[in-house]
DNA sequence: TTTAGCATTACGGATTTCCGTAAAAAACCA
DNA sequence: TGGTTTTTTACGGAAATCCGTAATGCTAAA
């Protein structure tokens, strides 16, 4: 089993939960991060001690405060983590459920695992521990099926930014002209419409205020 | 000190912070409900036994499962227990932070404290049960400023109504057929039209769909 | 009762969105 | 290469919005 462990999440009622099961399935070293920042220098340190981490377990979001955080979230972190050493596992553990953000999680930064907080969340962190140190990915039920492509048939990043965009008050047109300013394309009005169009089908939407706010429930933006 | 308490929250580990909390401070009975329905159940059960609870902590959002729900979220069940049950306190554990729904718990539901969750959660929500146990009201620093008012001048629910069914998929002239319908008034498409003019001036909006997306984050609807 | 002030409604024109069709351009493919 | 499909752009009319102004109605004060 893992013998030394690096919990990153702020909130200490929920790291208490994680602590106990951690120590119960026997790992000795469990450290605790409130800020993603000190998630890394901790990992940084570790390292440079020559006596690293063999697990990262972060949430997603973090509480603000008057600290300025290098890194803002919990995918900043994992997939700046992954990046300079591959070799420590991510378990990304977080109330979250937004299958695009497990697909970019797991596909996209490589992290091992991605639980859903809920009510059996710590038993499914559980079987994650286990599953990512047999070098085996873990999702939750819940987000099981985030990786199974044909799901909510391609939205892609193209149409994210015109939801942006639109839901940052520009006009259709003036969309077109920021994407024409910024080479983004294509950049007509009549395609920016035409995109538009295709997204209220896909989303039953019966006009632009009503798809903004459902891509803003799912939290597409 | 309170000796019996029923905990409504459905994650464990949440639980588990707060049950060491409690315990620690000496509440000798703890009770855990992982559904916002067994809550209520077992609060008439212990009143209907004559032993009943003397406090409720109660999270706002319950994560979905198979079982359907009579109370969809904390508040519904705040609101029915303080009806039914005035005597029983009530402190309300939630990650939301949005001042207006902490208002309506306050001052339409009059639970007895509003407790963030985060950094310091549990350190405030030990500070809430004393207070609670005092017969004051409790509210994190965060959200301490909810009940001032003169804050965000006078949104009142006709105003929210207007954007809640805007932010359903409804033209302003449907919304004047709803208001007709059901006897709200003004509701001329003149006086829609006007009354969303004068809140995109107010949320410095340009159009509706800009507003829709504001609210939206501001968490008014 | 009259009048002033305010809220509600009505109206009209400019702009934007909505939606279908079609031309132009680009990508694809024997 | 020429032909086909797909993507992008263009255009036009209907509907909805945005926005100012004006008419109507209601209430309270003189």
Redesign the pocket.
């Known amino acids: 089993m893992f013998t030394k462990v690096l919990v990153s999440e702020d909130m200490d009622d929920i790291h208490k939960g994680v602590y106990t099961l951690l120590t119960d399935i026997g790992v000795l070293e469990v450290q605790q991060a409130q800020y993603s920042d000190d998630a890394y220098l901790k990992i940084r340190k570790a390292i440079f001690d020559e006596a690293p981490y063999q697990l990262l377990i972060t949430d997603l979001s973090f509480k603000q405060d008057h600290r300025e955080q290098r890194f803002k979230s919990g995918e900043a972190l994992a997939k700046a983590i992954k990046q300079e050493y591959p070799n420590l596992k991510i378990i990304v553990y977080s109330v979250e459920n937004r299958l695009q953000r497990v697909r970019t999680l797991i596909n996209e930064y490589h992290v091992d695992a991605y639980v859903c907080k809920g009510r059996k969340g710590l038993l499914e962190l559980s079987k994650a521990i286990t599953s990512v140190y047999n070098n085996e990915t873990y999702l939750s039920p819940e987000v099981a099926n985030a990786l199974s492509p044909k799901n909510e048939l391609e939205i892609d990043n193209y149409d994210i930014e015109i939801l942006k965009q639109l839901s940052n008050g520009l006009?259709?047109?003036e969309i077109s002209q920021y994407f024409k300013a910024n080479n983004i394309?294509?950049?007509?009005?009549?395609?920016i419409?035409?995109r538009?169009?295709k997204l209220?089908i896909q989303f039953k939407a019966n006009?632009?205020i009503h798809l903004v706010a459902l891509v803003k429930d799912l939290g597409l933006i």
Chains 1, 2 share one sequence.
């Open positions: 006009s259709q047109e394309f294509p950049n007509s009005l009549s395609s419409e035409k538009l169009n209220r006009n632009a």
